[in-house]
């Protein structure tokens, strides 16, 4: 199939058109061009701005790595004020909730808002009566820069377990 300049150049001005009629839809106020007038869609829809949309930044590496040591101190001192109290089965659950929220949004402030890290937070918490408790986890991540940080919990009623992962995402 011979090369059409044509059909080239008629896609480029195409690809013009549609780039200045969506500039043009993104105006607030009405104009005229050449003899006609515009309204942009904008203020038929109630001054409704469309969603931004954020560029990659095709960063690969973390500028900084994850505080695994200030996410276990901040494990350690929600359990220890959360916990004080015996064990109770009918609240474990809202405190087991409350617990991760707790230690998640101290982490996430730890971090600072400028962060590529997700957080994954996990608990716990039972009574202590002599049973015995394995738990694990298994984690599908670049061990370059993916963390975790772990804190175990005891005293004569309860025990907890908590887990805070930083995972990495580009």
Known sequence: MPFNRFALSQRRWQDAINKVSLNLRGRRTSGSTRGGSFHSDSEEAGDKLPPVKYENT???DPTSRF??????????????????DKYNPDTSKALTTQITEVIKTQVKQELGTKNRFKIIVLVMVGSVQGQGVRSASRCLWYPQFDRFASYSYNNEHTFAVGTVYGVYYE
């Open 67 to 84: 505080p695994t040591k200030r996410a276990e101190d901040i494990i350690k001192s929600v359990f220890q004020t959360h916990l004080a």
């Open 58 to 60: 095709f960063r690969l």
